[in-house]
């Protein structure tokens, strides 16, 4: 990882730094499981060793990553995690993946369950994604239909809610310089929201 730009380098932990950095901030307790070959971020965070294991794939599509589920989640979430925050779909919409864009919403849903079968005990915290410029109208539709698939499973007693990533993310100041990825203000603005829709649920 090089610097802070929001390319594909990014900011080294993403915006786990700032979701590790509010919760010593508020007294809580988190840290963060998954691939160890994936591991990346600072070595402290206010003088605190970060944790910087994670499972999040770079560039990868919804369905890449249901790929690897169920069996992930006993191979790259050890230990098995109480909490799991999902933030996907831009990749289905920017020419990497093969599936049709319009029906990335029902992708999302089958990788919803698949998440809740493999862990039904977690809590899924599904985001609806920051704007992507180049393909603005595709990444509003996707998000408008986020709601409706998380109500549905909620209401089935599942453990999953959704929190929006999208709403003032501001594309001018929170995003880097190829136009995809937050830059650190971004990532501010995202460990924020995702520290406020699971902080009561903090020890």
């Not at 790929?67 to 191979?75: D, R």
């Amino acid at each position: 990882f090089g610097l802070c730009n929001g390319g594909s380098t990014g900011c080294p932990g993403g915006y786990r730094v700032e979701l590790f950095n509010d919760a010593l901030t508020d007294h809580k307790k988190i840290t963060f499981v998954g691939d160890p070959t994936l591991a990346n971020g600072p070595a402290t965070v206010d003088g605190v060793a970060f944790p910087p294991n994670n499972v999040g794939h770079s560039g990868w599509t919804i369905a890449q990553v249901d790929g690897l589920l169920p069996g992930a989640l006993k191979w790259s979430m050890q230990p098995t995690p109480d909490i799991v925050l999902l933030h996907i779909g831009t990749n289905d919409f920017d020419g990497i993946g093969t599936m049709p864009a319009s029906s990335a919403p029902m992708r999302l849903g089958t990788l919803i369950d698949d998440i809740i079968a493999g862990a039904p005990n977690v809590l899924l915290v599904v985001a609806q994604i920051v704007p992507y410029p180049a393909n603005e109208s595709a990444i509003t539709t996707y998000n408008a239909a986020i709601p409706a698939l998380v109500q549905q499973r909620a209401a089935q007693g599942k453990h999953v809610i959704m929190v929006d990533m999208n709403t003032g993310f501001q594309v001018s100041t929170m995003l880097g310089t190829d136009n995809i990825h937050p830059n650190l203000k971004g990532y501010v603005f995202m460990g924020d929201t995702w520290y406020a829709a699971i902080k009561s649920v903090l020890p």
